[in-house]
């Protein structure tokens, strides 16, 4: 019995609902035909044990660590990546190719160089993901055909790679200061400065992290939503980041992450003591309202201005307007701010475009330095 396999958070964003109505409709004609290993939280998890209470090959096993999930890869042929937004890089698709699993989705956006021919659900019929999904894995049960491993090189995203091509933008700067809006490992942007920590550290660069940590449960919600306002006027954070400056003094202040609350003074102020400043774009904040509804790169109206990112957000409730608007004014203060950063980094391609047009940035100071890939 062939094996798939997903790790990932059980949410409507990340396209697990796909997946709920493509188990549907094989258990609608029996058992299902294949088993399917299921790692993450969100909150789908009671529609899943529904259905791992009718089926015996849906294993669900909640959040586990990435050495707990190896386990179960060689039971499996295929790994399944679903996303209903862009994403501005997959590391988890890159992660399931290292452990030898091809992978299932569209072949478009961060997803174009992990997607072979075979998996791309576009190659498939069906008015809806569910069914296209569902028409995927039914012909991958049938074929004949073993299953073979990925083609993909992982060479372009090793460790050794990722700091042969960050060698010629650090020159000869040895202190570098990361600066991201929270650094506990949230989510896919602090996780990732504290594995580049950790990687130029192991090469004699002397790296510090800086921001605050994000708390749990409710207080999440809260400092993300009004750190957009708070943002716009932060001048504590600021201050601080000043006062740090001043008495470390680094080569490099690489900013991670400015939107959800340290905003533009942040940005101004590590100009008085960094010889260089670095901006990465890990998301769609800097370039769409509503990136959790970014579903098209047409979506996003270029240059950002007022009206063109209040035409993107399509809202008329009064309180999503205020948010909205909140958001432009702590987006547009930062972004007057973006001219004067040294050098803005990208981790795909296709990104290169929507930063120069969004934001008028020359294309001479835009660099794409993909992630590497974690073991």
């Known amino acids: 019995m062939k094996g798939f396999l997903y790790f990932g958070r059980l949410e409507k964003e990340k396209g697990f609902d796909a997946i709920l109505g493509m188990l549907r409709m094989f258990l609608h004609n029996g058992e299902l035909p294949f088993s399917l290993f299921i790692f993450g939280a969100g909150s789908y998890e009671n529609e899943l044990l529904e259905l791992a209470n009718e089926s015996k090959n849906i294993h669900f096993f909640g959040w586990k ?3 707990e999930i190896q386990r179960y890869v060689e039971n499996c042929e295929y790994c399944l990546m679903p996303s209903t937004f862009l994403e501005t890089f997959w590391l988890t698709a890159l992660t399931a190719i290292s452990r030898g699993l091809p992978v299932i989705w569209y072949k478009k956006w961060g997803l174009v160089p992990f997607i072979e021919e075979d998996h791309n659900l576009e190659n498939y019929e069906g008015i809806c993901t569910d069914e296209k999904l569902f028409n995927c894995v039914s012909e991958l049960l049938t074929a004949k055909k073993k299953t073979t491993k990925p083609t993909i090189s992982l060479e372009k995203y090793s460790k050794e790679n990722w700091i042969t091509t960050i060698y010629p933008l650090l020159g000869k700067h040895k ?5 991201s809006d929270f650094i ?3 989510g896919g942007i602090e996780t990732y400065i504290h594995d580049v920590k950790e990687l130029l550290e192991s090469h004699g660069y002397e790296v510090k992290i800086r921001w605050r940590e994000l708390p749990k449960w409710w207080k999440w919600t809260v400092k993300k939503l009004f750190g957009i306002w708070w943002g716009a006027f932060n001048f504590i954070d600021a201050f601080r980041l000043w006062r740090f400056c001043k008495k470390w003094q680094p080569d490099i202040i690489w900013y991670n992450s400015t ?4 905003g533009r003074m942040s940005v101004w102020v590590g100009g008085f ?3 260089e400043r ?4 890990h998301d769609f904040w800097y370039f769409f309202p509503f990136p959790k509804k970014l579903l098209y ?3 996003i109206k270029t240059p950002l201005t007022f009206f063109s990112f209040l035409s993107m957000a399509k809202q008329r409730a009064i309180t999503t307007s205020i948010f909205v608007v909140g958001k432009f004014i702590s987006l547009n203060l930062l972004k007057r701010k973006l ?3 040294d050098k803005h980094l990208v981790p795909s391609p296709f990104l290169v475009d929507i930063l120069h047009k969004s934001h008028q940035i020359s294309k001479n100071k835009i660099f794409c330095l993909e992630h590497f890939l974690q073991k």
Do not use: C, D, G, H
Request: aromatic letters at 10%; a positive charge; glycine letters at 0%.
């Open 273 to 275: 003591f960094a010889k």
């Open 297 to 299: 790169e047409q979506q």
């Open 339 to 341: 001219s004067t950063i």
């Open 184 to 186: 506990n490992k949230v």
């Open 259 to 262: 939107l959800r609350r340290l």
């Open 65 to 67: 660590k990435l050495p």
């Open 175 to 179: 202190k570098i200061l990361l600066v």
């Open 278 to 281: 670095w901006m990465m774009y």
